[in-house]
């Protein structure tokens, strides 16, 4: 995976650059001790993975990060728990917490490990069916059994209409979201995503499922309600 690093301290930045050396998955291709300067490089260039510290003087890590056209996968790096929220809420991998251990940094990056392998995994499926992994083993989940995908913290639900069990994945729903195909699901909202052909119903800001299944629609994804109506929802 290509990364970069950009933390305005240089002693934490000397640390990332030490530990992501000790991995042989991670390819590290520049640091900057100046947020500016790594906005100036993601602009131009495409990487995997990105450490970003979040409290930097000029621009901080969280607007760096809401600011990129093409997001990577982001892991923040801070000394100040407040910024943890914000930071889950750009959809970050995960949040290090300064001092970093390598124990910590270790599972960040385990974390990212397994999102990369899943994303070439479905490079090799059928368009029809999703790989993930799940239980210490790859599952292969056919698109049209799938009744809505939920989040769980650190996890994803999916939701199968064959069982009453769900699979749980270590993963985001951005990150499953940019894996499906985007003609057949939507977001609806920050903890769910419902496939198109599934909505029977939209009703006071809830969509029900033909499964009888209602989940709610946020503010946020209202969109979704107006392309549901106008036929290019299914």
Known sequence: MKCIAIDDEPLALD???KYISGFSELELLATFDDAVEGAVFLKNNRIDLLFVDINMPDLTGLDLVAGLECKPMIIFTTAHKKFALEGFELEAL????KPITIERFEKAVNRAIEQFELRK????TTPETLIVRSEYKMVKIELTDIEYIEAM???IKIHLRST???ILTLMSLKGILEILPQAKFSRIHRSYIVPNT???????KKVRLITDQELPVSDSYL???EKWKNGKGN
């Open 121 to 124: 995994s479905v490079a090799t």
């Open 198 to 204: 599934l909505v029977k119903s939209i009703q006071n």
């Open 164 to 166: 009453t069990h769900p």
């Open 94 to 97: 995960d949040y290090l917490l």
């Open 223 to 225: 969109d979704f309600i």
């Open 153 to 155: 913290e650190d996890y």
């Open 15 to 17: 640390l990332l650059q």
